[in-house]
């Protein structure tokens, strides 16, 4: 008892001093990277880390991001999802596990949460058989709307074979949400966007502090540095990378992270070509 409250309180002194130096990092005027990498920050188009989607790229790349918004929260938006056919919402299972599907609404067709676009009940929510609550495996889930959107533009899910061909370690992934822009802070009126490279599975588990966690069926991505990433609020939304012919691939969809854009600590998405024949099977089901 007293070794572990001994261990526990150094734990504690440890995790104040880790808060400190975190503090100290965030504090403005500060810059993330060391000089050699400043080019490198400023390259990136400023989610956490990201800038703001434009009317015209919102129209013209991402029409098919959508806002969940749900009732146990005043009908705010908690979570992102893409819209996949013109009456399916791929999302993420842990963004809505232990609801029913009149607890949603999905907001398409804008990129303000205070303005434009237009809402549809869900009726239907279909988590997959192997999620697990306790280890994020498998976290991925459909949403079925009450009718098609009038002139929706879905993104598809990309296949196995075109994730390991478009997604490899490396690529870099465009990510989107209304989520935090800091650990700990809080959600956006207007969608972000953010570019993050691809991180292989066996480097993400060398680094990770939820290591043990990283699945096959996850995927990471991130700069080692830290300082772009999603964050709390970004969770069912898409990580997309461009296929053949400059069309987008939806290659993970966002599920967890250890804090937001620390370093060494990638973001983790479910592997979206694992589970494509899966989504493929469940629209074809139950879709007449
Ligand atoms: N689980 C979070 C959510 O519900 C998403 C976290 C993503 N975190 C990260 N560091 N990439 O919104």
Redesign the pocket.
């Known amino acids: 008892m007293a070794r572990a409250d001994l261990a526990g309180g150094r734990a504690a002194l440890a995790l104040m001093w880790a808060l400190a130096v975190a503090l100290a990092a965030l504090a403005p005027g500060r810059v993330w990277a060391q000089p050699a990498d400043a080019a490198a920050v400023a390259a990136r188009p400023e989610i956490?880390g990201g800038r703001v989607v434009t009317e015209t790229r919102f129209r013209n790349l991402y029409p098919w991001t959508v806002a969940l918004l749900y009732s146990g929260a005043g009908w705010r938006q908690?979570?992102?999802a893409t819209l996949i056919g013109p009456d399916w919402l791929l999302t993420?299972a842990?963004?809505v596990t232990g609801t029913v599907a009149e607890d949603w609404r999905a907001l398409v067709g804008t990129r303000w949460l205070s303005r434009g676009g237009e809402r549809f009940a869900a009726t239907e929510i279909v988590i997959h058989p192997d999620y697990n609550r306790r280890t994020?495996d498998s976290d991925i889930a459909l949403i079925h709307l009450e009718r098609p959107v009038p002139g929706a533009v879905p993104v598809a899910p990309a296949t196995l074979a075109e994730s390991d061909l478009h997604a490899r370690a490396g690529t870099r992934g465009t990510?989107l949400?209304w989520?935090?822009t800091q650990?700990g802070g809080r959600g956006t009126v207007v969608l972000h966007e953010a570019q993050v490279p691809v991180v292989g599975l066996a480097t993400c588990r060398r680094m990770h502090a939820r290591r043990g966690q990283i699945t096959d069926n996850m995927l990471c991505?991130?700069y080692r540095e830290g300082g772009v990433?999603?964050?709390?609020?970004?969770?069912?939304?898409p990580l997309v990378v461009r296929g053949d012919g400059g069309r987008w691939l939806q290659v993970g969809v966002?599920?967890?992270?250890?804090?937001?854009?620390?370093p060494r600590?990638?973001?983790?998405?479910t592997r979206v070509g694992r589970f494509q024949p899966w989504i493929a099977g469940q629209i074809l089901e139950r879709s007449h």
Request: hydrophobic share 25%; charged share 10%.
């Open positions: 956490v908690v979570c992102g993420a842990h963004c994020e990510v949400g989520g935090a650990s991505a991130g990433d999603t964050c709390q609020g970004d969770s069912g939304g966002t599920s967890f992270g250890w804090g937001c854009a620390r600590n990638p973001g983790v998405y």
